[in-house]
Nanobody
Framework: QVQLVASGGGLVQAGGSLRLSCAAS????????MAWFRQAPGKEREFVAD???????NYADSVQGRFTISRDNAGNKVDLQMNSLKPEDTAVYFC????????????????WGQGTQVTVSS
């Protein structure tokens, strides 16, 4: 059974940093794209960043230059390093896996984690 477990969320002051991790299990993910999404209260879920099977990355404009997505070679873990955090980054962050090599913001994601809360205070 596929399972994605996200961790690393918390409360941080504006300008601070957090690192989210997502551990994937249940099958081999090395050939799949992996991504992070987020959902703020009262808003729709939005794309944050993704990384293809061979390491290519895409970022939402709102996080470009501040966030960095990475993955291990086995494809069992995807991280999101978040720097220079802003109050508007406050959201529940979800990791996701697509059963394609490249997915991007509009790709179909087949597996989802449970989410981890990130709160940025001003």
């Amino acid at each position: 059974q596929v399972q994605l477990v996200a961790s690393g969320g918390g409360l941080v002051q504006a300008g601070g940093s957090l690192r989210l991790s997502c551990a994937a299990s249940g099958r081999t993910f090395s050939s799949y794209a992996m991504a992070w999404f987020r959902q703020a209260p009262g808003k729709e879920r939005e794309f944050v960043a993704d990384i293809s099977w061979n390491g290519g990355t895409n970022y939402a404009d709102s996080v470009q230059g501040r966030f960095t997505i990475s993955r291990d070679n086995a494809g069992n873990k995807v991280d999101l390093q978040m720097n220079s955090l802003k109050p508007e980054d406050t959201a529940v962050y979800f990791c996701a896996v697509s059963r394609t090599r490249f997915a991007g913001a509009l790709g179909i994601y087949d597996y989802w984690g449970q989410g981890t809360q990130v709160t940025v205070s001003s």
